[in-house]
Nanobody
């Protein structure tokens, strides 16, 4: 199983980016896929997760700013990020797991910060700067 996160880059405050998480070796449509981010020196933060049936969950602080979606034909999950702020600067990671069934488990995403998820992409850097 491999996950490849891409789409990061330099963006001005207020700008938008769309991150992609392309998978091989696993069909993302059958499993939960999450996005996380991490700033050096800080703990990993859960952003969002999409379940097999398309149900989504978000961190309260990011609702309305970020949107997760999935293209089953492309076996890719996206994270649309709008109204970006300096504090959104981080390395963004995608992850999926096959052992807990098809649905996102909010405690795993937000309380456990993704620990236990089996497969992780290498991350893509998002820098918000003027």
């Amino acid at each position: 199983v491999q996950l490849q996160a891409s789409g990061g880059g330099l963006v001005q405050p207020g700008g938008s980016l769309r991150l992609s998480c392309a998978a091989s070796g696993v069909a993302l449509e059958f499993y939960p896929t999450g996005w996380f981010r991490q700033v050096p020196g800080k703990e990993r933060e859960g952003i969002s997760c999409i379940s097999s049936d398309g149900t989504t969950v978000y961190a309260d602080s990011l609702k309305g700013q970020f949107t997760i979606s999935r293209d089953n034909a492309q076996n890719t999950v996206y994270l649309q990020m709008n109204s970006l702020k300096f504090e959104d600067t981080a390395v963004y990671y995608c992850t999926t797991d096959r052992k807990w069934g098809p649905n996102c488990i909010p405690d795993v995403i937000f309380e456990s910060r993704g620990y236990g998820m089996d497969y992780w992409g290498k991350g893509t850097l998002v820098t918000v700067s003027s």
